[in-house]
Each structure stands twice: as C-alpha cells, then as structure tokens.
C-alpha cells in the first residue's frame, strides 16, 4: 500500500533561515504531489502543487522539489519568519491504476521558527 | 467568495448513537471530499462525491456513509458511533477531482464520543 513519510518529530528553525521538510513515499508513483499548511484548530491550506514532469515550483519564499527517482519532495521556506510556524502536510493523488483513490497524506511535519 | 463551512462546529455523542455532519463547498465546486484526521492516523481519506455520485472511497467501515445534494452541499453520517470515532471531520471543496486541483478545507467539525 502507498506509504508517506514525513519528519515526526518537530523542526526548529532560527528566523531568517532557510526551514526544509522532507517528504517521502513508496509503493507509489504519483502523477501529482500537493504541499498544505495546517495551523492548530483550523482546516488544511493549499500551499502548492508540483507535476511528475517538474523538478521544481516555486511561490514567494516557497519552493517545492519533486524527485521521482528519489521518491521524495523537499519544501523549502526561504528568510522563515515566526509567522510561518504551523505544521506541514504533504499529499500524493491517489491514483493506483484502477481509479481514482483521493489525496493521500503524510502525517506533517511541525515547524517552529525561533525569533 | 465564502469559503467552505462546517456545521455544528463541535459535537459530543455517546456510543451506539448516530451522526450527521454537512458541509457547504465553496460556490461552483463541484467535487467535495471528507477526511478524518486523528493524532495517531492523521488525515485520512474518507469517500468524495462529484455531481452527487460518490466516486472514491477509503479504506472505512460501512458505518460511514455520505452524499451530495444537486447544489453540491453534502452530508456525511456515521452510524453505531464507537469511541475511536473521535475525530476531526473536514471536508474540501474543488472544482472538480481534487487529486490535481486545489483542495479548500472547511474549519471541520469536532466529534467526541463519550
């Protein structure tokens, strides 16, 4: 079955510098990797969207990296401001040749961004 | 444009009862999915309804049931509640399958069963 890895355990991070999360998986080969922001009580965000086909994409201080080979998505927070401090999902589509299975997602990543 | 809403916004239930969440989607989305998202599991894909079909399910028991009204508004039920029910319930509007389009998740309603 599709697996999705990401980092349990919290990551701290100084302000100004660059936060990278990590997300892996296996079992799969997902045409689409989606990254979301989830911020405590609240629904997930749409952050960004990345293709098999594209090795990179970035939005602002954002930047997604998706290696196929690799089985593995790198987010990047560039300049990471306190504000930015939330957990991380990242979601591959759930397609497994027989249809259409809905967004599969990791279990995120806690990001804390230290002033 | 209003976002995605929830209703009730927290719930407490005892077991062997039943219950019924709604979800508005945003405006002109067609597609609305329904996750629960727990501590231990995490966010996990419950069934997704497009023109009132559903047209993918997780992996949940049949207590767990769901669907759509022609103005895309939709109900998800869960019936025989039991204690590892309780959950964060969201649901996400798109404008069509959400597996390549943008997902707007509601604030999710609260369920806690006694």
């Known amino acids: 079955s599709q697996k999705i890895e990401q980092n349990s355990e919290a990551l701290n991070i100084q302000e100004g510098k660059t936060a990278t999360l990590t997300c892996n998986y296996t079992n799969y080969s997902p045409a689409y990797l989606q990254w979301y922001r989830q911020d405590p009580g609240r629904g997930p965000v749409f952050l960004l969207l990345?293709?098999?086909?594209?090795k990179e994409k970035r939005k602002e201080r954002l930047k997604v990296t998706f290696d196929t080979t690799l089985k593995q998505s790198l987010f990047h927070i560039t300049a990471s401001q306190p504000a930015d401090s939330a957990t991380y999902l990242c979601a591959l589509d759930g397609y497994s040749g027989g249809g259409a299975d809905g967004l599969t997602f990791g279990k995120g990543t806690h990001l804390i961004i230290q002033p | 444009k209003a976002g995605v809403t929830q209703t009730p916004r927290y719930l407490i239930k005892t077991r062997g009862q039943q219950v019924t969440l709604s979800c508005s989607p945003i405006?002109?989305?067609?597609?609305v999915s329904w996750y629960q998202q727990t501590p231990g599991q995490g966010l996990q894909f419950l069934f997704e309804?497009?023109?009132?079909?559903?047209?993918n399910k997780g992996n949940f028991p049949g207590r767990f049931s769901g669907r759509q009204f022609s103005n895309s508004r939709s109900e998800m039920n869960v019936s025989t509640l039991e204690l590892g029910d309780s959950a964060l319930y969201l649901c996400?509007?798109?404008?069509?399958?959400?597996?390549?389009?943008?997902?707007?998740f509601g604030p999710g309603t609260r369920l806690t069963v006694l």
């Open positions: 309804y497009f023109s009132e079909t559903q047209r």
């Open positions: 405006s002109g989305h067609r597609s």
């Open positions: 990345i293709r098999e086909n594209e």
């Open positions: 996400a509007s798109s404008l069509e399958t959400p597996d390549w389009n943008e997902q707007f």
